[in-house]
């Protein structure tokens, strides 16, 4: 079953055309990257999806109560400074009338040993964990995640990383919008770039992952190439798909050309678009 069902969803701010046209159908039990660049329409498109503002046009099917099936942590952790971390938490349960483990709950996220403290003392890391540990606390049907990990140290995103794959083993359904690529293609299910106010990329994991590149140091390419007949550029590399391959290696006169074969990788997608696209 899918969760939501989007149709040539359409938003515009005065003259600004932000989401052209998106189509969308979130199933039960997958894991959602969403990437794009800053200003590429990433929040507009979840505050649509959570009826926080309306869509100018395009249809939203909704098989679950927003209110009750939903966890979300959001880009901004909104909670008071004053509060008790352990009050919170007794707080939060409440609208969901649910009795919950607290202790057990602040060990899993690491944080038990900021029960008593307020939340205004909580570095950036703790607080995006506690934001997320309210976010799960009601079991919701889909969790909304936006830049979760922001202001986390490497032993957290660990943790963190844990609990998406625990949550996903659940059947949870989870929406992830994140900029770190770290480990993504451990967990998620579908890759969803937005781009320019439109999906440039919505497929499976496992089928990007079985394409093929070729990445060539720059110093091997002597001869110049149609930018049409590259992947990419940056400072080190020439990045090749396998359709223009082997015209470039006759053309550079690369021998064990196998040895620079690589399968593609999410980064490749953000670099394939800054150089097709070019400065802004």
């Known amino acids: 079953m899918n969760l939501i069902e989007i149709n040539n969803l359409r938003k515009s701010f005065g003259t600004k055309e932000v989401l052209k046209g998106l189509d969308l159908d979130i199933e039960t039990g997958k894991v959602y990257t969403l990437l794009g660049k800053n200003g590429a329409g990433k929040t507009t498109f979840i505050n649509i999806m959570l009826g926080l503002i309306k869509e100018d046009g395009g249809h939203r099917t909704t098989n679950i109560n927003i209110k009750k099936d939903v966890g979300v942590v959001f880009q901004e952790d909104f909670f008071s400074n004053d509060i008790i971390v352990e009050d919170l938490i007794k707080l939060q349960a409440s609208f969901f009338h649910r009795k919950v483990d607290i202790d057990g709950r602040l ?3 690491g944080l038990e040993k900021e029960k008593y403290q307020k939340t205004g003392t909580l570095s950036g890391g703790q607080k995006r ?6 976010a799960t606390l009601h079991d919701p049907k889909l969790l ?11 032993d957290s995103v660990e943790k963190f990383v844990q609990q998406i794959k625990k949550l996903k083993a659940e059947g949870k359904t989870i929406l992830l919008i994140t900029h770190d690529l770290y480990q993504i293609e451990s967990f998620a299910d579908y890759i969803l770039l937005l781009n320019e106010g439109i999906f440039e990329e919505n497929i499976p994991v496992n089928d990007m992952f079985v394409e093929v590149l070729y990445e060539f140091p720059r110093e091997m390419i002597k001869n110049d190439i149609p930018k049409e007949k590259l992947f990419y550029v940056d400072e080190q590399s020439v ?3 396998t359709l223009h391959v082997q015209e ?9 050309s196998e040895i620079f074969k690589r399968r593609k990788q999410v980064v490749d997608i953000f670099k394939h678009i800054s150089f097709v696209e070019g400065e802004k």
């Open 144 to 154: 909304i995640l936006d830049e979760p990990t922001a202001g986390m140290d490497y």
């Open 129 to 134: 964990k506690l934001s997320f540990l309210l």
């Open 239 to 241: 990045v090749v798909n």
């Open 248 to 256: 470039i290696i006759a053309e550079n006169k690369i021998t064990d």
């Open 107 to 109: 060990k899993t996220m």
